[in-house]
């Protein structure tokens, strides 16, 4: 059997990011035939992507793409902020924003169905999520997306990679590019306030009907506390009636009514939202993991 250098183990690592002793234990199975060991490689970290499913992926990235009338946006998670930054995760993200507008996908399965091809992985985004899994090391999930094809204008903004907006309008560009920033900022829920969602809605009731019972008051005033409570929810979380952010002395309703811009809808994802975060104890975990190598 040829000898396995420490340039050939290097070579392996730099196009499969797997670890230095996996890389050389892959090369002397294959007996130095590098393709051979890239085979094995990708057999063991597509064992690896298995084992890293079971574990919570609430950081993440959202991308958009906007070509015209046709735009998307979508949410990927992973474990860690620091994977966030990993230009092929970042890839993976914008490459399924891109097909959700241009396949216009039934939902995420049909969407991981879709050719792709990214750092070697392929043919489907599924086979490039599972084999970057492999190769990060890390758990990552594509969690949603929306798609708009309705004809209208679109405008989008993304703070960063953790916030993203696409507003979909008819008027002025500028003013809907205002409001996907607002909207960024603000976090409405619902674009008037019949159309927040009734489960929110009943739920501030519940809380102002406790609040208020607790005053004393006759139950006629206990009542009017409780709407008036209800009504200023629904204004704060509706975008129509918020205060704009770059002149507050307008809502965004008189802002737009002055650009002749009309907002038709919007969508706002902010990585996580909602995904049950770990909060193991750090020192524990590492502790645990040391006591587990000395068992070995």
Known sequence: MPAITASMVAELRARTDAPMMECKKALTEAEGDAARAEEILRVKLGNKANKAASRVAAEGVVAAYVAGD???????????????????????????????????????????????????????????????????????????????AGGASLAHYLHGTRIGVVVEYSGSAVAAKDVAMHVAAMKPVALAASDVPADLVDKERKIAAEKAAESGKPAEIVAKMVDGAVQKYLKEVSLLPQAFVKNDKLTVQQMLQAEGTTIKGFTLYVVGEGIAKRSDDFAAEVAAQVAAAKGQ
């Open 70 to 148: 046709v735009g998307a946006l979508v949410e990927i998670n992973c474990e860690t902020d620091f994977v966030t930054r990993n230009e092929s995760f970042l890839a993976l993200a914008r490459s399924c924003a891109q097909l959700v507008a241009e396949h216009n996908p039934a939902d995420v399965a049909a969407l991981s169905a879709l050719p792709l091809t990214l750092d070697g992985y392929g043919p489907t985004v599924e086979d490039v999520r599972k084999g970057l899994i492999g190769k990060i090391g890390e758990n990552m999930s594509i969690r949603r997306f929306q798609r708009y």
